[in-house]
């Protein structure tokens, strides 16, 4: 009975309102993605000069084959069978002085990726690009997007190209988003009935300054400090409950910097000590997908577990949390969907990416819309057998890249 309750309640009204954002579409600014387009070329042709001066041959980063030859022939440095990102940053472990040049490579990666995937697209005649949006495809039951893949649009501009600047909204408009603040790490917290997390969220503490003082407690430590900031990347990259290794490698791939595994050991030690309700709950998560082979997200929905027994650990630590992030989202989709003021205000549902919904609105922002959607996205929620309301943040501007407060 849950399950058909879910399927009426959740999964049929969220496929509406998928193909309503698709149909909206999100409005581009094509002259700034062909000055985008153009830039990404001439850095990337200005790049292959310069490897040809290098090397006395032409050569291609995006190439496996050549880059395999070049480290491998050339260099004399295995890549034990793969060319991928962390082959090679990991080649720059065993070998410093290959620093610059697997950099440069990997940059000429992202830039072609770049442009491959979002300054090549196709706006529609009324200027609008329509992704491919579904309410399927990913396990934990986010949504997915293709053509292009507008849920992992780059967070960060890469060579001075940001992405985000080709999303804008049209005249007499303005986009708006709300972003729940730190949802998995609030989930697990609360779940595990974390006092010390708890706490940390409702006082609306910095909770990754506090991760740092644990390590680091003799330090002045604030906001913009270097080991807040490592603090918070080794707290993302752990997934909450990952190992020092993995933790190692994501770093890496994600920032190009490497932090030793038993450093990284060390830190989490501490944490699980300090915070060990919220651990605790996350190694049930595994235990339970161990022996039973089902797992549950915070609203008692299951998931089937197929693969070996002793394979089921990263599954088991990370899914109920981000299964049950996915539906809270879903959940304010559906209610945003039926709403009134939807009509009302005449808003447009543009893009959900991750945790955030970001939506086109009249400009200015009327207040009562404001409040409408923060009551929406803010409802209680009941996960896990307990009552939770999640906070939201709130921005808007004319340009994707652009999001500021609201006045």
Not at 48 to 74: H, M, R, T, V
Not at 209 to 221: C, D, M, Q, S, T
Not at 299 to 328: C, E, M, Q, V
């Amino acid at each position: 009975m849950k399950l058909r309750q879910y399927y009426e309640d959740v999964v049929l009204p969220l496929q509406e309102c998928v193909m309503d954002m698709q149909l909206n579409g999100v409005m581009i600014d094509q002259e700034r993605m062909r000055l985008l387009h153009a830039s990404c070329n001439n850095i990337l042709n200005a790049n292959l000069k310069i490897w040809e001066e290098l090397l006395g041959y032409s050569f291609n980063p995006n190439s496996s084959k050549q880059c395999a030859a070049l480290y491998e022939k050339d260099l004399s440095v295995s890549l034990n069978g793969s060319s991928d990102k962390l082959h090679l940053l990991k080649a720059v472990l065993k070998e410093p002085q290959l620093e610059h040049i697997t950099k440069a490579i990997l940059q000429d990666r992202d830039l072609s990726k770049l442009r491959g995937t979002y300054l090549t697209v196709e706006p529609n005649a009324d200027g609008r690009l329509r992704s491919d949006w579904r309410a399927y495809g990913t396990v934990t039951w986010r949504l997915s997007s293709r053509d292009p893949d507008l849920q992992n649009l780059p967070r960060d501009a890469k060579q001075g190209i940001n992405i985000k600047d080709i999303y804008i909204a049209p005249p007499g408009r303005i986009l708006y988003s709300r972003d729940y603040s730190q949802l998995e790490y609030r989930i697990p917290a609360y779940a595990s009935g974390s006092k010390n997390l708890i706490h940390l969220f409702e006082s609306g503490q910095d909770v990754h300054l506090r991760n740092a003082k644990i390590v680091f407690p003799r330090e002045h430590l604030d906001r913009k400090s270097p080991k807040r900031t490592l603090a918070k990347t080794i707290k993302y990259a752990e997934g909450y409950g990952g190992a020092a290794q993995g933790v190692s490698d994501a770093i890496l791939k994600s920032t190009y910097e490497y932090v030793d595994p038993k450093v990284i050991s060390l830190i989490l030690s501490a944490w699980r000590k300090e915070d060990k309700e919220m651990y605790d709950w996350l190694e049930q998560g595994y235990t339970d997908a161990r022996n039973n082979g089902v797992l549950y997200d915070g609203f008692g929905i299951p998931r089937h577990l197929y693969s070996r027994p002793d394979d089921r650990r990263g599954t088991g630590l990370a899914w109920p949390t981000a299964a049950t992030a996915s539906g809270i989202m879903n959940r304010s989709m559906v209610r945003f969907w039926k709403s009134s003021y939807r009509k009302k205000f005449d808003v447009k549902l543009v893009m959900q990416v991750h945790d955030e919904l970001l939506l086109e609105v009249p400009d200015p922002v009327d207040p009562e819309l404001d409040h409408c959607i923060k009551e929406d996205m803010e409802k209680e929620v009941n996960i896990f057998g307990i009552n939770v309301v999640f906070p939201t943040d709130v921005k808007v501007g004319y340009r994707y890249s652009e999001l500021g407060t609201l006045k």
